[in-house]
């Protein structure tokens, strides 16, 4: 995952900036609709401002998109900024729960950066190479080791390790992408703090206890 970069010190008037309303209004554009369907100008009328703005601090939209990308995975680094130093004391069990964990967490946070990825990773192009090559790449190498690790200490089963990160993966980001359905079937907010905690726990001992309960004329049964 990327690490954070030094924070700068903002004004209080940032959130005022054009750059910054640009920003924010094309983050919710492209992850409601997806990068094809948004226009500059509709970024621009979002955000309150005219279509010349856009070109003068960005360019096309292309360069929009990836500051919007470049902006979702500054803020992902300052919420998941785990590295090898938080987990070195950790059995590599017990180092890819709290991955899990942590990853689960800021995804909830906020899943713009999740349902963008959604949307490009339908289509092959070059925005999804671009994103794949630039960032996704390390993190799901993260995990591949994480679990790699995990296997050889003979703490979990070996399976095709890229079936695991996947599953971990899928499981970590489906749930935040999907939050309004969750509300409609469930009733239940998803960002709430109790429910990513219930989620979590389920999630781990799914992943690493199964979902079939042992039933005791089994385990009584000679071998």
Known sequence: MPRPTPKRARRKTDRQEPREKLLVAAIDLFS???YEPVSTGQIAAAAGLTQSMVHYHF???SKIWKAAIERLMHERGLVFPIGRLDLQDLDPLSRLKVMIRKFLTANAADPNLNRILMHEGMVRSARMR??????MVAGYRLFDQAIKEAVEAGMIRSLPIMNVTNIIVSACTMTSSLSVLMDEVYEVDITREEYLSSFSDSLVEVLFKGLEAKRPELEDRPR
């Open 59 to 61: 360019g096309k939209k």
């Open 130 to 135: 671009w994103l794949a090559r630039r960032y």
């Open 32 to 34: 409601r609709h997806g």
